[in-house]
């Protein structure tokens, strides 16, 4: 049975219409799913009996339930529990600007990035639109706050789900929806080409950053194996194409390895590497994981890798902090659960 959190408004009104309904009902169950945020179809009480009742019969309206919280300091890590028994997780986080939660694509994750324990664990399967769009609804709910940015960055590859994540951005975008901004709303990719391609013809105005994590193809393949089907040589040229005809900044995400990315050449060559583009560099501290070999920088080396960039005009920020004395590590709540 499909979820109702699966559907479009376009596809509400469809389906209401199939079943000779009037087509407004469509709007008007969607405001009750995101504006008043109804958790069982009975409370709609503007639609008709008979109506609920189909509804009720056809689709899903839960299909994921929060079954553990950790919370430090301006953030809170949530694990859900979906109904093949497998588990995602979600990390909310307290800004200045508001509460961005960054969210799972998918069970597991085939990419199989070195240092990565989402990818140290292979994927299972896709999330559905449904499971994105919960992972929002039931944290506002939890938090009895509005998430205002959602970043597609937890566990999973994005664009190796393309067109679910594509759809969960038009409801969560959609101003009877959650009304998230587009500007708000970021999603992150290894680099898989084709649907960098195809995103550039995407409708909506949402952010793109890209996990780079080495600045030569020599390191890069050592470090994620992503780069032997997408060599920078390939990738490079195609993120200057996005920006060219969409206009927007792309983030290069890049997670400092001890001894691995984080010397004073990687940051030269980053610098080479992104000169002219319309970009930034998000500089990220390594979140240690028992499962893998890999240490963070010390800080005088994240300083001076910074320095560098910042030298050679390269925009260039270090991400700040979240969740010291929890499962930082994306993935890493996940396999506590699954591997007891």
Known sequence: MQSIYDLSLAELTTYFLEHGDKKFYAEQLFMWLYQKKITAIDQATNLKKETRERLQQEFLFSTIRIVQVEEDKEVRKYLFSLQDKEHIEAVLMYHDYGLSLCISSQVGCNMGCAFCESGRRKKVRNLTTGEMVEQILQVEAHCKDRISHVVVMGIGEPFDNYDNVC?????????KGLAIGARHITISTCGIVPKIKAFMDFP??????ISLHAPTDELREKIMPINKVYPLETLMPVLKEYTQKTHRRLTFEYILLAGVNDQVEHADALAALLKGMNAYVNLIPYNETENLQFKRSNAIQIAKFYDILKKNKVCVTIRREFGGKI?????QLRSKKEEV
């Open 167 to 175: 759809r969960m951005i038009e409801i969560i975008n959609h101003p």
């Open 204 to 209: 909506y105005q949402v952010n793109l950053a």
């Open 327 to 331: 499962s930082a590590a994306c993935g």
